[in-house]
């Protein structure tokens, strides 16, 4: 699986291709999103009041009352990539859109659908500069900004409560205030935010059977880890005589959320957070990348190259796909990644049947915490132009939608069932789920499995579970179950480890200075600390950053940054 193939997974893992679970209906994709049922982890935030209390009965009601007189919107949005409707249909004329014709009496047209990215992004920047949007779009933050900005935005405050269905309002109440804050400007509620769910953080993946045979504990701190590491590179884990295994995989991108390989965990085992917008016990936020705690931890990984515990070729590799393919070979036994990691880690077992891998919250700092910084709540907006006759009607689509991905409706379950029809084909493609939906659905699973009783679990984790259940009962033998229930089952499960203490960044968006010249900052970012790490720098050339940092526009973003979170 290339790098950008691993994306797709992810975007599908964190979407709603739990449609696929139970009938075919989502994305092809092998992956397909864990989701709910069972208690919330301990660390998953409270639910808000204010968004609890829109799921009385009343209001329940309305999200699916069909109009007497005839509803039309128009839409731009982007195109689905590898379209896989049945012909005759597309994306501007299919059963999808005929469902809501037919339950809400709402006719959907489309103004545009752009496939490509770049070409979507400049269709919208147009529109917006234009002053002449479509009545609905899926916009990305700084789209919304200047949307809101420029007065073009319905305020959907008032229509929240009413119109939209008790479950997506379930889903925005556990996160708290955080998906909603998002998508506020002034206090009103100006879109709806798509929900980016727990989980894109590393685990510590390891090789239980080759600890076993070197008779090594599974790694807790940063020692434990590069003492592992340096067994498994030198102690001949496979037992194949030769000196061909690896301590630590790396890659180019030293951190990056949802990254594969990375060494975020070392960072944040230091208490360093490169790139996140933190707040201090003052008040004042800063950037992680110049925090002297960021020194201390290039200062380890430094020492870690220079032993060769990591791969002294990390820089030269193409990162994810040969790093894949050593995992795959059976040439690593200990691999940074999130919990969807499994899906990759089960080819292993191709190579070699006892290939026993668990993820662990690792490496903990010193108070036996693995911090993690979250995600952004929100990285999308469905935003409706000011003044449509019936923004209400937007909020009972999306509604309509959800009770079709998430088979509550036979009617949308049945349509192009088993045809592998992506979700994405759904008018308002806008990802929506829990915030601790794959630990949710781990512990469903586990349920399920103890009690021999299926009934505690939803419609969309049936198939799933089916995958655990067949894996569970005869292990590795059925390599599909075996990937999906080592992702979902072992993966998800450790998300509910009360190890980890997940930190909420002050700040996840853009500055006027830092779309000017944050790929600069960036840029110097990564050849300082890459060359820090491989020694072709000395430590204290973070200094030298950290000035250079400051001085090229890393203070002017900071103020803005500051500016922005009063």
């Known amino acids: 699986m290339s790098r950008k193939a691993a994306a797709l997974a992810v975007a599908t893992v964190f979407s709603v291709s739990l449609a696929a679970c139970g009938n075919g209906n989502g994305s092809a994709s092998s992956g397909s999103s864990a989701t709910q049922s069972a208690s919330p982890s301990a660390s998953a935030p409270a639910t808000s009041a204010a968004s609890a209390s829109a799921s009385d009965g009343a209001a329940a009601e309305d999200f699916s009352k069909k109009y007497d007189s005839p509803v039309t919107l128009t839409i731009g949005r982007q195109g689905v990539s590898g379209n896989n409707l049945p012909a005759p249909d597309t994306l501007e004329s299919n059963d999808y859109l005929k469902y809501i014709q037919n339950k809400l009496n709402v006719t959907i047209k489309y103004d545009f659908s752009v496939e490509d990215t770049d070409a979507f992004n400049q269709k919208v920047n147009l529109a917006i500069a234009s002053g002449n949007i479509p009545d609905v779009m899926i916009v990305s933050q700084d789209q919304f900004t200047r949307l809101a900005q420029a007065g073009l935005l319905e305020d959907l405050s008032g229509l929240y409560d009413p119109y939209l269905s008790p479950l997506i309002k379930d889903y925005y109440s556990s996160f708290g205030d955080r998906a909603l804050k998002t998508a506020k400007v002034d206090g009103k509620l100006m879109a709806l935010p798509n929900t980016n769910i727990d989980g894109n953080y590393q685990l510590l993946w390891v090789r239980k059977d080759w600890l076993d045979k070197l008779n090594l504990q599974v790694p807790a701190t940063v020692d434990d880890l590069e003492a592992v590491a340096k067994a498994f590179k030198d102690q001949d884990p496979d037992g194949n005589g030769k000196n061909d295994t690896f301590g630590l995989l790396g890659d180019s991108h030293l951190f990056q959320d949802g990254g594969f390989f990375t060494f975020d965990p070392i960072f944040n085992a230091y208490h360093s957070y490169p790139d996140s917008w933190l707040k201090d016990a003052s008040g004042q936020v800063s950037n992680g990348s110049i925090a002297p705690e960021t020194k201390q931890a290039l200062g380890r990984l430094r020492e870690m190259y220079a032993s060769g515990v990591i791969d002294k070729e990390f820089l030269t590799r193409k990162s994810y796909d040969d790093n894949a393919g050593f995992v795959s070979s059976g040439k690593a036994g200990l691999v940074l990644a999130p919990w969807y990691a499994g899906w990759m880690l089960s080819d292993s077992v191709k190579t070699d049947p006892k290939a026993d891998w668990v993820p662990v919250p690792a490496p903990l700092d010193a108070d036996g915490k693995r911090n993690v910084i979250m995600s952004s709540p929100a990285s999308n907006f469905l935003v409706v132009k000011k003044g449509v006759e019936h923004p209400e009607a937007v909020l009972k689509v999306l509604s309509m939608e959800y009770q079709g991905l998430r088979l509550l409706d036979s009617d949308a379950a049945n349509l192009y069932k088993d045809k592998g029809v992506s979700w994405l084909n759904w008018p308002f493609n806008l990802q929506l789920d829990y915030f601790d939906s794959v630990a ?127």
Do not use: C, H
Request: no cysteine; glycine share 6%.
């Open 440 to 566: 949710r659905s781990a512990a469903a699973y586990k349920q399920a499995l103890t009690s021999n009783d299926t009934s505690g679990l939803k419609p969309w984790q049936l198939a799933t579970f089916d995958s655990v259940k067949k894996d569970a009962a005869n292990p590795k033998q059925d390599m599909p179950s075996f990937a999906n229930s080592l992702a979902y089952y072992t993966g998800g499960t450790a998300l509910e480890s009360d190890k980890f203490n997940r930190i909420d960044p002050a700040y996840t968006g853009q500055t006027e200075t830092s779309l000017k010249r944050g790929a600069n900052l960036t840029k110097l970012e990564n050849e300082t600390f890459l060359k820090i790490i491989t020694g072709q720098a000395p430590l204290d050339d973070f200094d030298k950053f950290v000035s250079q940092w400051k001085s090229i526009g890393g203070d002017q973003i900071t103020k803005e940054v500051n500016d922005a979170v009063k």
